[in-house]
């Protein structure tokens, strides 16, 4: 099985940039269908984003469609997530997953493998 840790979070502006890592050991992040999934306080976890194990094709909520950018380094065995414009909506902690699907879904429960999260705090 594969573990995941996520990193890079931290506390940025209204209108800044983080990037955050995911980094996968035991197994390769191209063995998976790999999503970004996010949890503010009081409220249910969320899909972000995610990447097809096969064709690497990208799929992102409507939220963050357009400033988000997920990407995944296969040498690295790495799973990126570059975040731009940030807002204070984005607040949350940051998670990403592994699912044993050709393609990533919306869901949390289709995902069986998480890392520990990171958060990230936009100020505004």
């Known amino acids: 099985q594969v573990q995941l840790v996520e990193s890079g979070g931290g506390l940025v502006q209204t209108g800044g940039s983080l990037k955050l890592s995911c980094t996968a050991s035991?197994?390769?992040?191209?063995?998976?269908?790999m999503g970004w999934f996010r949890q503010a306080p009081g409220k249910a976890r969320e899909f972000v984003g995610g990447?097809?194990?096969?064709?690497?094709?990208?799929y992102y909520a409507d939220s963050v469609k357009g400033r988000f950018t997920m990407s995944r380094d296969n040498a690295k065995n790495t799973l990126y997530l570059q975040m731009n414009n940030l807002e204070p909506e984005d607040t949350a902690v940051y998670y990403c997953?592994?699912?044993?699907?050709?393609?990533?879904?919306?869901?949390?429960?289709?995902?069986?493998?998480w890392g520990q999260g990171t958060q990230v705090t936009v100020s505004s």
């Open positions: 035991g197994r390769t992040v191209s063995g998976y269908a």
């Open positions: 990447i097809s194990r096969s064709s690497g094709s990208t």
């Open positions: 997953a592994a699912s044993n699907r050709d393609f990533p879904s919306t869901y949390a429960s289709t995902y069986a493998y």
